[in-house]
């Protein structure tokens, strides 16, 4: 008699959006702390902090689903938001860069 195939849950993933963050310190000395906010409709739906050493590049996977959000980037000396598509392609997502006392947030990256 043949074993029984083993019954599978359905669950349903929580949608995250692969690399949906870019994040630059273009600063050569020191490193800088970026504070993210993700909002839909004017409603934080995600929030982050990431440390970057100097000259760094990271990128960071976000807990929501594809789509369009209000992306705000906060350093201790500069504040910037943009409306971007966040999703799996590889230009679908947010760039922030940060250095010399500035942040900026634009929408895809090439």
Known sequence: MPLATPTQQSTTPEATCTDALLLRNYEGANPVTVDVTVSDDGQPVCETTVTLDPLTIETVDLPVAPGEYRVTA??????????CDLGDAPTALAFVEAGNGIVSVVDEAY
Do not use: M
């Open 74 to 83: 906060t350093t201790a000396d500069s504040a910037a938001a943009a409306t």
